[in-house]
């Protein structure tokens, strides 16, 4: 079983969650790594959303198309 670290634990168990707190105590408050892990998941969904609008036919999502930006 793993163990989470004292501030993790308080942000999870507290209520509400404050993502960014979180994110943060996952890595030890290191903001650097919190940083390259958000970069590195952002650069992953990008490429899993292009591998799905290559594989989805417009019929299956009724003309909606997949956008890589924000509206």
């Known amino acids: 079983m793993s163990t989470i670290s004292g501030a993790a634990y308080d942000i999870q168990y507290s209520g509400p969650v404050d993502e960014i707190a ?3 105590a996952f890595h030890d408050g290191d903001v650097r790594a919190t940083i390259g ?3 590195a ?5 990008k490429e899993q959303l292009a591998i799905t609008q290559i594989g989805m036919s417009i019929g ?6 997949p956008s890589f930006d924000r509206d």
């Open 22 to 24: 979180a994110a943060l």
């Open 37 to 39: 892990t958000l970069l």
């Open 41 to 45: 998941d952002i650069k992953f969904l």
């Open 60 to 65: 299956f999502t009724r003309g909606w198309t």
